[in-house]
């Protein structure tokens, strides 16, 4: 379950920005809430759902490519990578010989792990790993600070524990963009909670950023038996194996719920751009409302996206934290959720459209059709 995305100098976001995706104590679906605690200290409640709205060019997509990126570094182990979007589209146009900063904090196998990463187009400014507050190394360019503390000793494969101080001194041998999670803290310290943490946001972490995306290639499910039982119940009885044309909403559907099923299964989470471009609210709705179902949401999944349709703002299908409104402002991109504006009431919606949740303006369009 991630807990929060940290971002700096990352596209709108000039300051330090962060996505919180905690549940707050309030009433609607309070059974949903995903609850994980390691002592008193260490409480966290989570949300299953995270919807974002706002106007074009607010930071909405920003808000989800920086998971993205973040992924592809994880991954990769470098910092210089060719990203889905070039470097110099990254970084804040303001601040452009400034680094990017990315952070996340993630719960996994009963730990707490922050991680983040300061870098530019070359190299790796800093890095710092923490699990369940214990500072595992903290990168400061070409100086590496191993922690060995018994608290933090703990996470480590006990056999690699006398090489910490020897991987200090070799460190200044590792390439600038290397990230030193997957280099040399792998293999040569913790290469059991690295791999986790590497096979976490691999294999957990499904992420969506374009809308168009399942409609170039073929079609491809996983989940066969699973997204076709889901068709018949919405009453779209369509073939998924490719042999007749089939409707952009329909492949759009099949595609989300192909990976939506993944998720599940995986208890992972579901990132998507756009998720309902060309999709009936009324077949989607029903499928979105199973991850308030802790019976079905046994593993734990999250779904988070952005969409312009109002629809979703409703009592009966939402909690007011999981709506985060993003605006851009003079001085980047800010979010707050429907929480920090409405008591819960009937209708979100109304309010929304009217201007009120300081996201979209009121247009006057008779202005334009005057003669």
């Given at each position: 379950?991630?807990?929060?995305?940290?971002?700096?100098?990352?596209?709108?976001?000039?300051?330090?920005?962060?996505?919180?995706?905690?549940?707050?104590?309030?009433?609607?679906?309070?059974?949903?809430?995903?609850?994980?605690?390691?002592?008193?200290?260490?409480?966290?409640?989570?949300?299953?759902?995270?919807?974002?709205?706002?106007?074009?060019?607010?930071?909405?997509?920003?808000?989800?490519?920086?998971?993205?990126?973040?992924?592809?570094?994880?991954?990769?182990?470098?910092?210089?990578?060719?990203?889905?979007?070039?470097?110099?589209?990254?970084?804040?146009?303001?601040?452009?010989?400034?680094?990017?900063?990315?952070?996340?904090?993630?719960?996994?196998?009963?730990?707490?792990?922050?991680?983040?990463?300061?870098?530019?187009?070359?190299?790796?400014?800093?890095?710092?790993?923490?699990?369940?507050?214990?500072?595992?190394?903290?990168?400061?360019?070409?100086?590496?600070?191993?922690?060995?503390?018994?608290?933090?000793?703990?996470?480590?494969?006990?056999?690699?524990?006398?090489?910490?101080?020897?991987?200090?001194?070799?460190?200044?041998?590792?390439?600038?963009?290397?990230?030193?999670?997957?280099?040399?803290?792998?293999?040569?310290?913790?290469?059991?909670?690295?791999?986790?943490?590497?096979?976490?946001?691999?294999?957990?972490?499904?992420?969506?950023?374009?809308?168009?995306?399942?409609?170039?290639?073929?079609?491809?499910?996983?989940?066969?038996?699973?997204?076709?039982?889901?068709?018949?119940?919405?009453?779209?009885?369509?073939?998924?194996?490719?042999?007749?044309?089939?409707?952009?909403?329909?492949?759009?559907?099949?595609?989300?719920?192909?990976?939506?099923?993944?998720?599940?299964?995986?208890?992972?989470?579901?990132?998507?751009d756009d998720l309902d471009i060309a999709m009936d609210p009324?077949?989607?709705?029903?499928?979105?409302?199973?991850?308030?179902?802790?019976?079905?949401?046994?593993?734990?999944?999250?779904?988070?996206?952005?969409?312009?349709?109002?629809?979703?703002?409703?009592?009966?299908?939402?909690?007011?934290?999981?709506?985060?409104?993003?605006?851009?402002?003079?001085?980047?991109?800010?979010?707050?959720?429907?929480?920090?504006?409405?008591?819960?009431?009937?209708?979100?919606?109304?309010?929304?459209?009217?201007?009120?949740?300081?996201?979209?303006?009121?247009?006057?369009?008779?202005?334009?059709?005057?003669?």
């Open positions: 379950m991630i807990l929060e995305v940290r971002y700096e100098n990352f596209r709108s976001m000039t300051k330090p920005t962060v996505f919180d995706l905690s549940a707050e104590s309030i009433c609607e679906f309070r059974d949903s809430v995903m609850k994980w605690n390691r002592n008193k200290t260490d409480e966290y409640r989570i949300v299953p759902l995270k919807l974002l709205y706002g106007q074009n060019s607010s930071g909405k997509s920003n808000l989800l490519l920086g998971l993205q990126i973040l992924k592809d570094i994880i991954s990769a182990g470098r910092v210089d990578i060719p990203f889905t979007v070039p470097y110099d589209e990254l970084v804040n146009v303001n601040c452009k010989d400034q680094p990017i900063s990315l952070g996340v904090s993630f719960i996994h196998e009963d730990r707490v792990i922050a991680y983040d990463v300061c870098f530019n187009e070359e190299s790796v400014i800093s890095e710092k790993l923490s699990v369940n507050r214990s500072v595992m190394f903290d990168r400061k360019g070409s100086k590496l600070n191993m922690a060995k503390t018994n608290k933090a000793v703990e996470y480590l494969d006990e056999q690699r524990i006398p090489s910490i101080e020897i991987n200090e001194k070799q460190f200044k041998r590792y390439k600038g963009s290397d990230i030193f999670l997957t280099r040399g803290f792998k293999s040569l310290i913790a290469p059991t909670l690295a791999g986790m943490i590497q096979d976490y946001f691999e294999k957990r972490v499904f992420i969506a950023m374009e809308a168009g995306n399942a409609l170039n290639h073929p079609l491809s499910v996983k989940n066969e038996k699973e997204v076709a039982a889901f068709l018949k119940k919405v009453n779209l009885n369509e073939p998924i194996d490719g042999s007749v044309p089939l409707a952009t909403g329909t492949l759009r559907l099949i595609h989300f719920a192909d990976k939506l099923y993944s998720a599940i299964k995986e208890g992972g989470v579901l990132v998507m009324n077949r989607l709705i029903p499928l979105l409302s199973q991850l308030h179902d802790p019976k079905i949401n046994k593993n734990e999944t999250q779904l988070i996206f952005s969409t312009f349709n109002p629809v979703y703002l409703n009592k009966y299908f939402i909690r007011r934290d999981e709506i985060t409104f993003v605006t851009k402002t003079k001085t980047g991109t800010s979010m707050k959720t429907l929480i920090e504006f409405a008591n819960r009431e009937n209708n979100y919606m109304r309010k929304y459209l009217k201007g009120e949740y300081d996201t979209i303006a009121p247009i006057n369009y008779k202005a334009l059709f005057k003669r």
